[in-house]
């Protein structure tokens, strides 16, 4: 006895509009691959690259009543940012991180589309000019990648160095946005 | 204290997935084409507890059990004691003669029907069935056996 889609669906609906969900993911497809998007409540809490352990972590982080459910005003702005049509976003974001990652993760936020900055200069602007490393971890565990552009960050020469969707992923989305960059 | 670690909660996506379509399958045996609603209702029930549960042991269990109070609501039943003293003898079906009169539970009263589904359609053990019907066990097996009884009686009657 299977549950129909619509079945399912209108469950899907009716749980989020009764708020009984902690948080809410789906998958949407982008030129870098399937991007996994979770939100909160209060918004945008997670883009992830891949999916290993994906429900387990988001119930660690958010609660146990993980639930998924179409994120439409996520995957409009992502699309839009993919198809060259959107260069900044507009979504309300969730953001649990302590003190320092926060300075650095709202000074990252306002690195402008298709420019690069480097880790110690980000580490400046957040108040601390000695901690590029801290930034480079920070930058590695950002948990809304694509929206708070890490992918805009590079090494001091500006070589590219990491990114959690691999360097190709990093090199494609500062093509996409007409950054110049060392390849 | 058992050696076995304590279950964790499930992620909700999880244990929906798991679950969705068995009790789906149960509510028609119980509602036939009212199920979908009480499906849906005791998914959100479900999903209402679900931050308070302090352990992932028994969920199966657990949301037949819900599954089974929506029906009985929702067939109105306000009286849910179920027949304390059996004085006849405990009867068991077995699975194969289940089947054949799997198609008569729809005139059994609600409790007895609750009971021999989740028994022999869905294996539970008799102390699960007592925690889905709110009695105890000896009630639960009561009310199952009760409902063979009637099966057969249908059943020997239409042949």
Known sequence: ?183 | MGTMATPQVPPFERFYLMHRDEVLGYLRRLLGARAEDAWQETFLRALRAYGRLEHGRHLRAWVFTIATNVALDELRVTKRTVPQVDLEPAVELQRDAFRELEHLTGALPPTERAAVVLRYGYDLPYAQIADALGSSEEAARAAASSGVRRLRRTHERDH
């Open chain 1, 1 to 183: 006895m299977n549950v129909t889609t619509e079945l399912d669906a209108q469950f899907r609906a009716a749980a989020v509009a009764e708020g009984l969900v902690d948080v809410r993911y789906d998958v949407v497809a982008s030129p870098v691959g399937e991007l996994h998007v979770a939100a909160t409540g209060r918004g945008l809490c997670r883009i992830s690259y891949r999916d290993d352990n994906w429900q387990e972590e988001l119930a660690r982080g958010f609660g146990v009543r993980v639930l998924r459910s179409p994120l439409d005003d996520v995957r409009r702005e992502l699309d839009e940012y993919f198809e060259g049509r959107r260069r900044s976003f507009d979504l309300p974001l969730d953001l649990r991180v302590a003190e320092f990652p926060a300075a650095v993760l709202h000074e990252l936020a306002r690195v402008p589309y298709g420019q690069t900055d480097t880790y110690g200069k980000l580490a400046a602007r957040a108040g601390r000019p000695r901690a590029a490393r801290a930034v480079g971890t920070i930058m590695n565990r950002n948990p809304i990648p694509i929206v708070l552009p890490c992918h805009r960050i590079v090494g001091a020469s500006g070589a590219l160095t990491g990114y959690a969707g691999g360097l190709e992923v990093k090199r494609r989305l500062l093509e996409l946005e007409g950054a110049m960059f060392k390849a």
